[in-house]
């Protein structure tokens, strides 16, 4: 028996390292894919007006050109990223409180209509934003929004990918800890924002990011929102550089470049977080 | 007080505003969409007058809304399957190897993460015919024929779509992943002593239990796909899901009779009969796997 | 002295409302062309000097987005008091009751008649009335690559005069590499840019057919006449292979990267070609075909939209006039490019070396009188893709290209 059992672990060792050697094999090769958009974008970046269209892999003369010029005050890109990073924090930080706290109730309190609100809730998310937008203009125009931040937001202020996401975790928490503090005598919001938020700070971390991101790439809602290029968001402003006069590649790919930028960052600063959370999101779901 | 009744109040307390807010910012305009969908209300107009089914009837007899719709089946059919099917083997494979999992997993995480206007821009100008796209710069020192990609009527949907999966994949990925790792060692080892091949594992352990993440992410990436637009907006010429509609999506064909043609009333019609279909396949979906999930 | 205080403030608060009162800003749109927005801010700061009581807000948007920008603020009450917009949609505009007639006492027949050529005063008028001014004009013309042209052995400055010299020419202009993939376009072929335009105003005609009615209202273009001249259009890329749709993107960034050698584009690209060094090129009249000569003719105007009255209508009207003016039209024309509007001025430009092709043209161009520039656009652009990509036949492609015209011309007028 024990023979047996040592003699399949080792023929299980020698298929596994060869299972190994091929899954790094195509990960890597995979990885060329994935990466390789983003290589030939920052390559092209360096190039300038004349190099752009030459079918070279490196520049010939590498220049960072566009990027002064992308960054400088002749374009506006740095007010479109300023404004997209408003934007996208004001929104973030909206939902990570009013999500939290509509999946907390769902989660965790029994009330009559609770299925029928998180359906409603959750069926939102199939409304095409495209739809809303003529209904949103309208609103954002009587209510004297347009051209303001909060014209851009307020759409975005709560989300109900959140809410299910949240609702999904907070099922999983242990109910004695809100119990024994209501016991105590604790109030519920504290409860709510001393107790059960801290616990489920890995969700948290993952509606940011992921909050965050959506927000940084929404296209059609900024583009209505604003009508001044002053308050465009990064996205939209990138559509800029092609238009009527040809396309500037080269602008086009810097800004590319610059816009993905600041996301990079989040995401190395986050990712422990993001992953953490995703893992618990997996087994509830 | 009893706690019965404190939590109830609670409960709705903490509901009351944001259900305020789905209710003006989701529910109220739609239900205005919805209204004006019986109305002959375009931009163009100042006064609205009713007049029943006839947006819808319009919309239903556009041959252009219909491909449109085509499109978008044919986006969701090809791609929700694919992003998946793809992620779980990748998540597999990382699974599988001792080293190194965090750095492919940001790698494959980056186009997720970019602006989608920024990736689409960063394709176009891949996809670019000779002499200036890389893509067909590397086909031809291979000695290939040129693709056409963006400028075929066949091949620039499935070019869009490729790059709407590569966006997709690092996040299916990393929710695979977790969900894999979430597998009690023990199960596997008990099955493996047991005599199990791999295959029987994947089957009969793995994949059952990650039942409830692909059913999230099943409804996750079909909606997605359903509604496809920026991409489609970014990647063709004028923004017009051309050549010859060829990659217009349901999405974009709304945003053009709202926005190019003014005709409110008949993008409202449209916004519903798109609706509708997403909200029956999810609803559909859910159901498939919901009869799954017991074991 | 708190009382003195009290009233030295009071004063100063009347004082500022008094001013403020007096201020009257109105908000000018425009899209997003660098020159246009340049000069236009130039242009703002002449015109408040000039009337201290009066600002003006200039807001631009990216040009693919300008149309729905517009269609989506006016109804909502959020548009601007004037604007600047494409002639083709002026019909689309007044039907909606976006725009406003302009005061009658001074735009009047009369008036247009003195001050602009018959192509504008046919297209701004609707039902008697005029609801637009336009600054500048503009027409096409065939701008060519002269290092390519010595490259292929052309006379650098001899470029094409005829259709059939013009397609000759392509030819000996395109080159290919090794796998027979065009790398240098003889000819941009871009129906999305000039070339829709290029076919119905011009082609049609140099063929002998006429493609519309007088009014516009009626499709007349796919006859045999009409069919050879969209055939020689499609053959030049179907058969030829001089150029293809876009091709290095589109037609302006193939020709201003020297990948195209040359073009079918308006006088409002010279600022941008002007501004590339290294870059030689050259303008000429269209090429004649049978001997008929052919332009097509367009022009951005300005509005004023509806609902504004008042102060701020004052303005509009005055700010209207101003930028209408014919020392604003000789200043558009050195910094953006574009032909005055007004043809005494424009005169003086006939033998200047590079606006004499465009301004020749103004002479037999015609304006067409689209209810829906982009859909009207769209379909020429299909049946082009339609015999380029899926093999029709372009008669086939025409005569469904002019049913679907027709419709959408026959719809908007019942409405």
Known sequence: MEMEIRTTSVRRKAKTSLTVKAAYILLVLLSVIMIFPFVWMLLSSLKDATQIFKLRFFPEAPTLENYRYILSGSSKFPQWFKNSVIVALCTTASVLFFDSLVGYALAKFSFQGKKLIFLLIVSTLMIPTEMLVIPWYAMARAMKWVNTYWGIMFPGMISAFGVFLMRQFMQTLPDDLIDAARVDGMGELRIFLTIVLPLVRPALATLAIFNFIGNWNAFLWPLIAASKPKMFTLPVGLANFSGEAGSDWHYIMTGAAVAMAPLIVVFLLFQKQIVRGIAMTGLKG | MTLKARKTITAYAFLAIPLVFFLTVRFGPMLYMLAMSFTNWSLMRKIPAFVGFSNYAKVLSDPVFMQSLWNTARYAVFGAPLVIVISFLIALMLDTIPKGKGAFRLIYVLPYITPVVAVSWVWRWMYQPPPIGIINGILGALGLPAGEFLNSTTQALPSILVVNVWVELGYCTTIFLAGLQTIPREMIEAAQIDGANGRQILGKITIPLLNPVILFLTVMEGIQFLRIFTQVYNMSMQAMGGPLNSTKSAALYIYQKAFMYFEMAQAAAASLILFVIIMSITLLQLRFFDRKLSY | ?415
């Open chain 3, 1 to 415: 002295m708190k009382k003195a205080l009290v009233f030295a403030i009071l004063m100063a608060v009347m004082a500022v409302a008094v001013v403020g009162a007096q201020t009257v800003t109105i908000t000018y749109w425009q899209y997003f062309y660098e020159s246009k927005v340049k000069l236009m801010d130039e242009l703002i700061k002449m015109f408040e000097q000039q009337n201290p009581g009066i600002k003006v807000e200039q807001v631009t948007f990216p040009y693919e987005s300008y149309n729905q920008k517009v269609a989506a603020s006016i109804p909502a009450g959020e548009g601007p008091d004037v604007i600047n917009l494409f002639y083709g949609w002026l019909p689309m505009y007044v039907k909606a009751g976006y725009l406003q007639e302009l005061p009658p006492n001074e735009f009047n027949k009369a008036f247009f008649e003195k001050n602009y050529y018959n192509f504008v005063a046919e297209s701004v008028e609707f039902n008697g009335k005029y609801y637009s001014a336009p600054t500048a004009v503009r027409t096409l013309a065939l701008i060519w690559n002269k290092k390519l042209f010595k490259e292929a052995g052309l006379d650098p400055e001899k470029p094409p005069k005829t259709l059939d010299e013009l397609a000759a020419y392509a030819r000996k202009l395109s080159k290919y590499d090794g796998q027979g993939n065009l790398v240098q376009a003889g000819l941009a072929m871009q129906p999305t840019g000039q070339g829709h335009n290029w076919i119905r105003e011009i082609l049609f005609r140099q063929f002998v057919n006429t493609p519309y009615s007088k009014d516009y209202r009626k499709v007349t273009y796919a006859d045999d006449k009409g069919i050879a001249a969209f055939r020689w259009y499609t053959d030049l890329i179907v058969k030829d292979k001089v150029g293809y749709p876009n091709f290095a993107t589109d037609d302006v960034t193939a020709f201003r990267s020297g990948k195209a050698a040359m073009n079918i584009d308006g006088s409002f690209r010279i600022a941008t070609l002007n501004a590339i060094k290294d870059l030689e090129w050259g303008a000429a009249e269209l090429p004649s075909h049978n001997g008929i000569k052919s332009n097509y003719a367009s022009y951005w105007t300005h509005a004023i939209v509806a609902g504004v009255s008042g102060k701020k209508l004052e303005a509009s009207v005055k700010f209207l006039k101003f930028i209408t003016s014919p020392e604003v039209q000789e200043l558009w024309l050195q910094k953006v490019g574009e032909l005055p509007a007004n043809p005494s001025l424009a005169v003086k430009y006939k033998d200047n070396p590079v606006y004499a092709p465009f301004f020749n043209g103004l002479a037999y161009a015609h304006a067409s009188q689209f209810v829906d520039e982009a859909g009207q656009r769209t379909i020429l652009v299909d049946a082009v893709d339609k015999v380029w990509l899926k093999k029709v036949d372009p008669a086939i492609a025409l005569r469904e290209a002019a049913a679907a015209e027709q419709k959408l011309i026959d719809e908007f007028w019942k409405k």
